[in-house]
């Protein structure tokens, strides 16, 4: 019974105009945060002269986890603030308090669940990114920051492709842009590290 009343609330939250468009922006703006991240990550440790995998891994896994602690709350704070204005101002136009109503409740689950959605982003990033390295061990650090790499590419031109086909415009070159822009950052990162 509670997890139907659940289920119900979510899917009113899911049903708002709004909620969609707003998730997607924050994730995908989250998603290729924490990518190239993770690809600075990399030059950083697993590509330099002496890589140390607990290295690599403790620096993907708590770079990820800050991010997305960061990301979350920021945006819980953003939607909090929008959220509230949206209210007030439809109390104003309805002449009458919305607390403790449907829509309040509705409000409330929406910020939750955008800034959940969020925080998600880069823990997935990071788990993909991070997965080669598990795998791999000490055995091949270099193989498997190579792999690592390839993923994180790869991740940018699914969210560009994601981006491009929601848009209504050509997913194969928006994915193409996103990632062309992170092999960029790699290598003007990677030359930033060889010189310093």
Known sequence: MLAEGFRRKIRAVLDEPETGP???????????DST?????ILIASAFSSEPN???VIVTIITSSVALGISTGISVFEAE????????????RAMLTSLEDTRLQSISQLTIIVVAVVNFTA?????????APFLLVGDSDIK???????????????????????????NPWIQGTRMAVAGVAAFLICFWIESVL
């Not at 880069?122 to 991070?130: D, F, K, N, V």
């Open 36 to 40: 190239f991240v993770i690809l600075g």
């Open 80 to 91: 909090t603030m929008e959220q509230s204005i949206k209210l007030r101002e439809m109390e």
């Open 143 to 169: 193989l498997a920051a190579y792999i690592s790499l390839g993923l994180a590419i790869t991740i940018l031109f699914v969210v560009g492709a994601a981006m491009g086909r929601a848009g209504q415009r």
């Open 53 to 55: 995998l607990r290295t």
């Open 122 to 130: 880069p823990i997935l990033s990071g788990a993909i990114t991070l």
């Open 22 to 32: 707003t998730m997607r922006r924050f994730f995908v703006n989250t998603m290729f």
